[in-house]
Structures are given as structure tokens and as C-alpha cells.
């Protein structure tokens, strides 16, 4: 289902933020590049995954515009880009301001 007023662009890329976020390996990811950039090889250290697995998991999130990648030489380094995140919160603003007035129109008429 497609929003109202919201252009379809911005809902593709709230789906690829959600379908990014929705993995818990990833989730982890963001975590430990939210205390700086980190190597393709640092970054898979903790996982008990293949190197190549680990990177599916980076490219899913570099696609979603969570992580920017620079390459020197042979290795690739990765760091945090939390601005998408801004996306989800107006989004969750959203929400919940049109949940809570239709929670207070409900509470109004019970009472």
C-alpha cells in the first residue's frame, strides 16, 4: 500500500531502510560502525560467516545509503551514514501522531 501523499521514491527507499534494518546482522553492523569506520575484515571478525557472506550484508546496507564504502588499495573501508535514519523517524512521527488522535477520538467516545 502506497501512502498518500508521499511520493513513491520515498517509499522505495523506506523499504530498503526497513528491509536493511530488518536483519539482525546488519543491525549489528551499524552498531559497531557507530564507534567509527572499520575494515570489510574488521567488521566480519565477530561473525561466524564467511567474509563473502558478510559482504552481501554490507552491500544490502551501502544500497539502502546506510554505509558509504571507500576503497584504498585492497582494502575497503566502511563507515556509518545515519542521516537515512531521519527518513524512519519522520516516518515513526508520523505514525504515531495520526494513531494518537484517532487513540484519543476513541477514548473520547467511550468515555
Known amino acids: 500500500m502506497i501512502e498518500m501523499g508521499r511520493p513513491a521514491r520515498a517509499d522505495d527507499d523506506l523499504d ?30 565477530p561473525f561466524a560467516m564467511s ?34 535514519l531521519s527518513e524512519i523517524e519522520q516516518w515513526a512521527r508520523e505514525q504515531r501522531a495520526f494513531w494518537d488522535a484517532k487513540l484519543e477520538r476513541l477514548a473520547r467516545f467511550v468515555e
Open 51 to 84: 567474509l563473502p557472506a558478510v559482504s552481501k550484508h554490507i552491500r544490502v546496507l551501502e544500497e539502502a545509503g546506510l554505509l558509504e564504502r571507500s576503497i584504498d588499495g585492497r582494502k575497503h573501508i566502511c563507515a556509518l551514514n545515519a542521516e537515512p
Open 16 to 45: 530498503a531502510l526497513f528491509s536493511a534494518l530488518a536483519d539482525r546482522t546488519r543491525r549489528a553492523l551499524l552498531t559497531r560502525l557507530a564507534r567509527g569506520p572499520a575494515t570489510v575484515t574488521e567488521l566480519a571478525e
